[in-house]
């Protein structure tokens, strides 16, 4: 077993005592990182009182380790495929260097013992003798994403169907005739396969919600959504746009020879213990087919409302609003605001054995047991309207439908909330009030909707400040203003301990956990209107959204920026997410 040296002297004291840091320092970090509730190290290296490589550098020193950086060295494939991907990723181990059966070693972390055993067990297997050394996180990553580099495993595929066809060119020259029958046999083959399954492989690992694959006169653009944000991942030479887009469209059963029309189509993987489906849709454009894979992980888990970001007053009314027998709980916001997700959050509080769920959904994004969930298939004759028909004759007690698109589908809805059952569903609109007038115009009367809508809620999503690279932010004037006007008169407990006279803002840095982004994940911002008596007089009345919406915001309803705002104090994200966000409100 490799065992690092360690010191009598603790790890932080050991800093002053070789000067990494004074004593003056090292107490003041102690306090404002104890009141920030962060972690010491990731404080000092933030404020930059040590970069990460100097405190790696003294962690080498304090376990008598040598220290390497890896960020600017090439190391050779071999060398690091020496242990598996999973094992480098796993316990944050690189093997750099071998010579005469010395294999080096570079570790993040000399306490983590389970890394030290796989390298005892590595040592054993391989019969190599292990020499340790201590790098920092960031120059790990470099040499284990540079491993497994997407423009570098493309560009190796890339090759190989180069080969492939100047070889299928050599044999066929004679058979003119077969040429189009070669062209497309080399879809089907390794090389293109490869390129899809990596490009599917790094959009999952990098926590992509969609992928896009996008032809252009000159070449072929691939780009990820992540945390809503697109952005692009690779060039690919044009010459493989059919055999691409062809590929996929195998994988989703749709017609390779029709490129003039829209196709719809879905596939599943299972890759590394997850179950994931893809949502295909392809486009004609002038250019050539756009192909859009909507990524859809099955194997996690619906999310709490805690998690998604309901506090307050908000999870108070809808806690109310779900434990009532029968009514309509509506979500509002434009696609990909996170409506279905919320909703899914909702029925795995409900979720009981005595309790009958059956939803109707598109597509169907988490599976929950217990509840029975379907898929529509308009192609079949399978819609909201009339799936909504089919579930009312299966004794439900809890109905979800994924959006009212239609009259048909809201009569429906209403009428499955006036008779017993309780119906969640969504709506596209951009704020809760508006959910009224757009109910009037397909057609239910006021009288029908304020017997049946229990509570109307909007909400939108904003990208969450990484947690590894958060540091405080300057606040400048405007926004200093525009933070205090707009929370004027919210409740102090609404504020939860966030400060808008004396505000306090942060920001990421940028690091390799988030990809220097700043931001990790995303979190929702929610407004949420319960339809209580004085809101019901003004949808019989046939008030405008404006009258509803000041009614409700004197009733003390929290609007979406304002929700926004308080989370950008509490550290959660950026004022200037908050204001992309609700800009249109």
């Given at each position: 077993m490799i065992q690092p040296q360690l010191k009598t002297l603790n790890f932080e004291d050991f800093l002053v005592d070789k000067n990494f840091l004074t004593k003056e320092i090292l107490t003041k970090a102690r306090t404002e990182s104890s009141t920030a509730h962060r972690n010491l190290f990731d404080y000092l290296i933030s404020e930059k009182y040590l970069t990460e490589e100097q405190?790696?550098?003294?962690?080498?020193?304090?376990?008598?380790l040598p220290y390497i950086d890896l960020r600017n060295r090439q190391v050779r494939k071999e060398v690091l495929e020496i242990a598996s991907k999973e094992t480098i990723s796993n316990y944050k181990f690189a093997p750099f260097e071998l010579t005469d059966n010395v294999l080096k070693v570079a570790l993040t972390d000399p306490t983590n013992l389970s890394a030290l055993?796989?390298?005892?067990?590595?040592?054993?297997?391989?019969?190599?003798?292990?020499?340790?050394?201590?790098?920092?996180?960031?120059?790990?990553?470099?040499?284990?994403?540079?491993?497994?580099?997407?423009?570098?495993?493309?560009?190796?595929?890339?090759?190989?169907?180069?080969?492939?066809?100047?070889?299928?060119?050599?044999?066929?020259?004679?058979?003119?005739?077969?040429?189009?029958?070669?062209?497309?046999?080399?879809?089907d083959e390794a090389?293109?396969?490869?390129?899809?399954?990596?490009?599917?492989?790094?959009?999952?690992?990098?926590r992509a919600s969609d992928i896009h694959i996008e032809p252009s006169e000159e070449d072929l653009r691939v780009r990820y959504r992540i945390d809503g944000i697109l952005h692009s991942s690779l060039i690919l030479p044009k010459a493989v746009h059919a055999a691409i887009i062809s590929r996929i469209k195998i994988l989703s059963n749709l017609k390779i020879d029709e490129q003039r029309l829209p196709q719809?189509?879905?596939?599943?993987?299972?890759?590394?213990?997850?179950?994931?489906?893809?949502?295909?849709s392809t486009f004609p454009t002038i250019v050539g087919e756009k192909i859009v894979l909507r990524i859809l992980d099955k194997s996690s888990g619906a999310p709490t409302l805690e998690e998604l970001g309901v506090t307050g007053r908000a999870m108070k009314i809808m806690n109310e609003a779900i434990k009532r027998p029968y009514g309509m709980f509506l979500m509002t916001g434009p696609t990909g605001s996170g409506k279905s997700t919320t909703l899914y959050a909702v029925l795995s509080i409900l979720n009981k054995p005595g309790v009958n769920i059956v939803t109707l959904e598109d597509p169907v994004e988490y599976f929950i047991d217990g509840v029975n969930q379907a898929q529509i298939r308009p192609e079949i004759g399978l819609t909201f309207a009339s799936g909504l028909r089919s579930i009312l004759r299966q004794d439900p007690n809890i109905i979800m439908v994924g959006e009212i698109r239609d009259r048909e589908t809201a009569d429906l809805a209403v009428n499955s909330a006036l008779t017993g059952h309780l119906v969640f569903s969504t709506l596209h609109t951009n704020s809760a009030a508006g959910a009224i007038p757009r109910l009037m115009d397909m057609g239910i009367e006021p009288f029908l909707m304020t017997a049946s809508v229990n509570l109307l809620a909007a909400?939108?999503?904003?990208?969450?400040?990484?947690?590894?690279?958060?540091?405080s932010a300057d606040v400048s004037d405007a926004f200093s203003e525009m933070i205090k006007s707009e929370l004027r008169g919210?409740?102090?407990?609404?504020?939860?301990?966030?400060?808008?006279?004396?505000?306090?803002?942060?920001?990421?840095?940028?690091?390799?956990?988030?990809?220097?982004?700043?931001?990790?994940?995303?979190?929702g911002i929610f407004e949420v209107l319960p339809v209580t008596k004085t809101i019901q007089n003004l949808i019989n009345d046939r008030a405008g959204e404006n009258k509803i919406l000041e009614t409700a915001i004197a009733e003390g309803m929290i609007l979406m920026r304002q929700d926004g705002l308080i989370k950008a104090l509490k550290g959660l994200t950026t004022i200037e997410e908050v204001v992309r966000a609700t800009k249109e409100e």
């Open positions: 405190l790696t550098q003294a962690r080498g020193l304090f376990f008598n055993e796989a390298l005892e067990f590595l040592s054993q297997k391989k019969k190599f003798h292990i020499e340790p050394y201590i790098t920092s996180l960031t120059s790990f990553q470099s040499v284990f994403h540079r491993s497994g580099n997407i423009t570098t495993e493309v560009t190796a595929a890339l090759n190989e169907v180069e080969q492939e066809k100047q070889e299928k060119q050599k044999t066929t020259k004679v058979f003119k005739v077969f040429e189009s029958v070669v062209e497309q046999k080399i879809i090389p293109i396969s490869k390129i899809v399954d990596v490009v599917i492989r790094h959009a999952i690992e990098g719809d189509g879905r596939f599943h993987i299972d890759l590394d213990g997850k179950s994931i489906d893809f949502r295909v909400q939108r999503l904003v990208r969450k400040i990484c947690g590894k690279c958060k540091t919210v409740s102090e407990e609404e504020l939860n301990g966030a400060d808008p006279k004396h505000p306090k803002l942060s920001v990421g840095r940028g690091c390799p956990v988030c990809s220097n982004s700043g931001f990790r994940g995303r979190i």
